[in-house]
C-alpha cells in the first residue's frame, strides 16, 4: 500500500537561543539576530513520515510551508532526508495571521493538493508554543486528529498512534485520512543523506530560480524533481476575508517587553567557605531548610 | 453585544476528581464573573459523574453542565468537541476557559476552528479591560485581556478577540490559584442527553490501550526545589543536583535549556513558561542563566539562591543570594555545611 503524506513544517526563529543582541535598545525584537531554523517537533514529524514511507514504498512525501518565500529552506533540508517535494505557501495577503487563519490557508492549500492520507505536523512551534494549527486544520478538513503522537504505525487503513500525555501513554487507532501532531519525545530525525544533497541542492521554487544564473536555471527547467511549488491565496482560491489579520479573530492589542522587579541581593562569593556555612546557618536558623 | 452571556470553564476529571487546573480555573472564573455581572458555569463530559458538581460548588459554580455517557471516558478528541460546539452555539457563552492539558490543548484549537471563535493558548494572566480598536475607532467595552508570553517568553502579549465569541483561552496548571469561594455555595445542576450533542459518526477513534502513570515528581508541591541549567554542563552535572536535593529534602528542577540539552530527561521537572509554575519557600537555581521563560516560572519563589559563574547572569537580578563560582565547587560545599550544621 502506498500512501501520499502531508509534511507540515514551519520555519521558525531560534528563540531557544535568544542572545543579548535579540532584543533591541527600544525593547522590540530583533529578528535578524535569531537564525531561521526548521522547528525542532517538526522535524519528529517528518520522520514519521520517512519511517512510514519506508515500510510503504510507492509512497510520496510533500512538505507544505506557510511563511516567507525564504522558507523553502525547510523544504530542501526535508528532500535531504527523503521527503519528495514541496509547496511554499507565501502571500502577503496571508501575513499577520494568527492561529485560525493559518490553520484556514494550509487546510485550503491541502485541500487543493487534493491527495492525502495523512497529514503529520509537529505539536507546536517554538516562536508561539501554541499547539493549535495541527488541530485546527484537521477540523477545517473535517478529519480527525491525533495529538501528542509518539510513533506511528499504518495498517490495513488505518493509524495506530501511540500518544504521550501528562499521566502516561496512550494507544489509539483512526481510520485514515487523518492529522496526527507528532511529539518532541518521538524518535528524531534523520540526518541529511549526501546523495540526497547532491541530487537536491538545487531544488528551487520560481521566485528562487529567477534569481539564478542562467545556466543554472536550465538544469533546473531540465529536470521536473527539483522545481518546488510556490503557491500564493490566488493559486488556492482563498477567501482573503479568511486569511491574514483580516481572518484573524484574535487581535494583538499590545507587547511589552518583560522586565522582572530586580531584588537586591546579598553576593557571597564561591570560595568563601565561611560565607557559604553562614548562609546555610541564616537559612536553617529561619527554618527555610532543615 | 454579547454581554449577558457567561463565563464557561470545561473542567477535566480523573478518577472521579475534578483536576485541580479546572479548579485553579473556576477560581479565576468566579473573579472574572463577578466583575462581568454574568454567572459562572462548569461542564463536565464524561462516565460516572454523580456528584461530580459538589466538587464546583464551593469554587462559585452557578450552573454545571453535566453529559454522561460510557463512551465518553476517557477523553477523545471528536465526540468531546462536539459536544462542546454544540452546547455553545445554544448557550452561546462570551468566554471560554479552559486548562492548558493535552486535552485542553486538543480540544480548545477544534471548538475555536469550528465555531470561528479566537483562542489564545497558554495565558499567564487574564483580566477585563476596554479595547479601541486602532484602525476603526470602533470602542469595546469588557473584553477578556489574554495575557501571554511570546516569542520565547521574551515578550508578553495581550490578546484580546474584540468580535467573536466566545472568547476562548488555555492557562496551564499552578499559573493560577486554587481557592474556595464559598464551602456552602449552591448551584444548579443541568443533565444533558449526550446522543442529543454528539452523533455515532465521531466515536471513530479508538483508544486501544491506556498506561497511566502517575507522575512520580512532584515539583509544584515541593517547598524546595533544586533547579539546574545549561550551565550544568551534563547529566553527571544533573546527578550532584540530586545528591543536594536529597541532602535539603527538595526536589530537582530544570530549565528549558538543559531539558533540551539531554541533561534531564524528565520532561516533568521542567520550569518555565513551557513547563511548571512553581512558588517554593526556596528555589536554588544552578548554572541558570535566567531566560525570561524560565524566570516567569520561578518569580515567586519566596526566597532565590543563584548559583553562576557569570556574575552578569540575569537570573542573579531577582536572586537574594548570588554565588558567584562553579556549581561543581559550590555545591559539594553547601552539603557539607548543611550536613555540619544539621547535626
Redesign the interface.
Known amino acids: 500500500m502506498s500512501y501520499n503524506i502531508v509534511v507540515l513544517a514551519k520555519q521558525v526563529p531560534d528563540t531557544r537561543n535568544v542572545g543579548k543582541d535579540a532584543m533591541k535598545a527600544d525593547g522590540t525584537i530583533n529578528r535578524a539576530a535569531l537564525p531561521a531554523i526548521f522547528n525542532p517537533e517538526d522535524l519528529n514529524a517528518l520522520e514519521q513520515a520517512l519511517q512510514l514511507k519506508d515500510k510503504n514504498p510507492g509512497s510520496t512525501i510533500t512538505l507544505l510551508t506557510m511563511g516567507l518565500p525564504k522558507a523553502a529552506e525547510v523544504i530542501r533540508e526535508s528532500l535531504y532526508r527523503g521527503a519528495d517535494t514541496g509547496i511554499v505557501l507565501t502571500d502577503r495577503a496571508l501575513a499577520g495571521a494568527d492561529t485560525l487563519a493559518t490553520s484556514y490557508a494550509i487546510a485550503t492549500a491541502i485541500k487543493h493538493l487534493g491527495k492525502y492520507d495523512i497529514i503529520f505536523g509537529g505539536r507546536q512551534a517554538i516562536d508561539g508554543d501554541t499547539a493549535q494549527v495541527g488541530p485546527q486544520v484537521a477540523e477545517k478538513l473535517g478529519l480527525p486528529q491525533v495529538t501528542y503522537a509518539e510513533s506511528v504505525k499504518v495498517e490495513d487503513g488505518k493509524a495506530i498512534v501511540t500518544r504521550r500525555l501528562e499521566s502516561g501513554v496512550e494507544t489509539v487507532e483512526c481510520p485514515l485520512p487523518l492529522v496526527v501532531t507528532v511529539n518532541g519525545s518521538a524518535d528524531a530525525c534523520r540526518p541529511r543523506n549526501a546523495r540526497l544533497i547532491q541530487k537536491y541542492k538545487y531544488a528551487v521554487t520560481p521566485s528562487e530560480k529567477a534569481a539564478l544564473p542562467a545556466e543554472k536555471a536550465a538544469l533546473v527547467d531540465k529536470r521536473e524533481f527539483l522545481n518546488l511549488k510556490e503557491w500564493s491565496a490566488a493559486e488556492i482560491e482563498a477567501d482573503l476575508e479568511q486569511c491574514g489579520l483580516a481572518g484573524s479573530p484574535t487581535k494583538v492589542k499590545n507587547v511589552v517587553n518583560v522586565v522582572f522587579a530586580a531584588k537586591e541581593s546579598k553576593v557571597i562569593d564561591g570560595n568563601d567557605e565561611a560565607g557559604l556555612e553562614a548562609l546555610i546557618q541564616d537559612l536553617m536558623a529561619e527554618h527555610t531548610i532543615g | 453585544m454579547t454581554d449577558n452571556y457567561n463565563l464557561i470553564v470545561y473542567c477535566e476529571y ?1 478518577e472521579g476528581k475534578v483536576a485541580d487546573v479546572s479548579l485553579e480555573l473556576l477560581t479565576k472564573g468566579r473573579k472574572l464573573a463577578t466583575e462581568l455581572g454574568v454567572k459562572l458555569e462548569a461542564i463536565v463530559i464524561g462516565d460516572k459523574l454523580e456528584g461530580i458538581e459538589n466538587q464546583l460548588f464551593p469554587y462559585g459554580v452557578d450552573l454545571v453542565y453535566k453529559v454522561e455517557d460510557a463512551r465518553l471516558y ?1 477523553y ?3 465526540p468531546h ?1 462536539s459536544i462542546v460546539i454544540n452546547l455553545f452555539r445554544e448557550i452561546k457563552p462570551q468566554i471560554c476557559l479552559m486548562g492548558a ?2 486535552i485542553g ?2 480540544l ?3 471548538v ?3 465555531l ?7 495565558c499567564t494572566s487574564l483580566e477585563i479591560g476596554d ?1 479601541t ?1 486602532p484602525k476603526t475607532g470602533k470602542h469595546y467595552d469588557n473584553l477578556l ?2 495575557i501571554r ?16 465569541r466566545p472568547q476562548m483561552a488555555t492557562v496551564r496548571e499552578g499559573v493560577m490559584k486554587k481557592e474556595i469561594f464559598d464551602a456552602n455555595y449552591k448551584g444548579e445542576v443541568v443533565n444533558l442527553d449526550a446522543k442529543k450533542y454528539v452523533d455515532e459518526e465521531s466515536f ?12 512520580k515528581v512532584n515539583i509544584k508541591n515541593s517547598s ?1 526545589i533544586v533547579a539546574g541549567g545549561y550551565g550544568m554542563g551534563s547529566k553527571e552535572g544533573f546527578d550532584m543536583l540530586f545528591e543536594l536535593a536529597d541532602t ?2 527538595a526536589e530537582v528542577g530544570a530549565s ?2 538543559a531539558i ?1 540539552a539531554g541533561y534531564c530527561e524528565d ?2 521537572r521542567q520550569i518555565g ?2 513547563g511548571v509554575t512553581v512558588r517554593p ?2 528555589y536554588i537555581a544552578c548554572g541558570i542563566s535566567g ?2 521563560q524560565h ?2 516560572g520561578m ?1 515567586e519563589s ?6 553562576n ?1 557569570d ?1 552578569n547572569a540575569p537570573i ?11 556549581v561543581e ?2 555545591i559539594p ?2 552539603i557539607k ?2 550536613k ?3 547535626k
Do not use: M
Not at chain 2, 116 to 122: E, R, W
Not at chain 2, 149 to 164: H, L, Y
Not at chain 2, 302 to 307: K, R
Open positions: 480523573d476517557p477523545t478528541s471528536l468537541s492539558t493535552t490543548r486538543d480548545g484549537p477544534r475555536s476552528s469550528c470561528h471563535s479566537g483562542l489564545t493558548a497558554d479595547h480598536d485581556y489574554q508570553p511570546a516569542f520565547g517568553g521574551n515578550i508578553v502579549a495581550t490578546i484580546v478577540n474584540p468580535d467573536c471513530v477513534v479508538k483508544i486501544i490501550d491506556r498506561h497511566i502513570e502517575k507522575s524546595i535539603l529534602g528549558r535549556a533540551d520532561h516533568d513558561q513551557t519557600k526556596l531566560q525570561i524566570i516567569a518569580q519566596a526566597i532565590v539562591i543563584s548559583i559563574n556574575p542573579n537580578s531577582i536572586a537574594d543570594y548570588v554565588i558567584n563560582g562553579d565547587q559550590v560545599r553547601l555545611y548543611y555540619k550544621n544539621s
